[in-house]
């Protein structure tokens, strides 16, 4: 058995650091890497480089928007892995949709799913990359919740076009702007949410979604000028068990959210 390590990390916007060395060896252990909000093209450029040059990653993103965003998707899928075909999808919102209900940032950005399908051991992996949409106050929170239900919908239709379903390996990690609790609706029997136990993002903004431990709600005028903690990154997955997942902080700090790192292991298919 081979054990492959992967993670995601949603990096602000590349904003922070400017020291392009810090996230190709921070991350060079890791065989798969996830990346969101990589926004900042001239940094993006490189610091990718520098992922490939160093480290030999094959690298895959898509900076093409629509005519009224100013910011590409920021995904970001680095594999050690022979990709062997990938795409993006872009959320079926329309402009004006995403002025009636999201932040400026949301309509700014050009938001879907990046793929990759890899070949590991001679075997095929389906690797999917999202950051879903956020809201940030309890109107916009009220507006967009069955656009959220449409989204997640069209997620796992995605995955289902893309793959040979339901037989092959599928992981979807990212940003998904939601408890695990409630993207487990979306999931049915045949997928399986991986979260670390520890939070990955503390916020005082996201006010409707305060839970505690069980799930249930807490009177928001008691914790309304507190930061809370929350997991907002995960990996979902159909026929790949994972290990070891947990709430990576990388120091200096890059983010607000912290990585989260998993494993899975590969079984040795030689086919010579």
Known sequence: MVEIKIITYNIKRLFVSNDKY????????????????????????????????????????????????????GLVILSKYKILENDFIPFKLGFFECIKNFTPLEVLGNKGILYVKLEI?????????????????????????????????????????KTNYPDQKVILGGDFNNLPFFVNNYCKDDFNIYEPIEPTIFTKWIVPMLYDESHSRIPEEENSNQYKGYVLDYFITKNVKMNNIKAVELIPQYSDHKAVSASFKVKINDIN
Do not use: G, M
């Not at 093209?41 to 629509?66: A, D, G, T, W």
């Not at 075997?123 to 916009?140: K, V």
């Open 22 to 73: 810090f996230l190709p060896n921070e991350l060079s252990n890791y065989d798969i890497i996830l990346l969101q909000e990589c926004w900042n093209h001239n940094r993006k450029e490189k610091i990718l480089e520098e992922f490939s040059r160093l480290h030999k990653y094959n690298i895959i993103y898509e900076v093409n928007k629509s005519f009224y965003q100013l910011l590409d998707n």
């Open 121 to 161: 051991e001679n075997q095929d992996y389906y690797i999917f990359n999202t950051h879903f949409i956020a809201n940030y106050t309890e109107i916009q929170q009220n507006k967009i919740s069955s656009l959220e239900d449409k989204l997640f919908i069209e997620i796992f239709d995605v995955i289902k076009d």
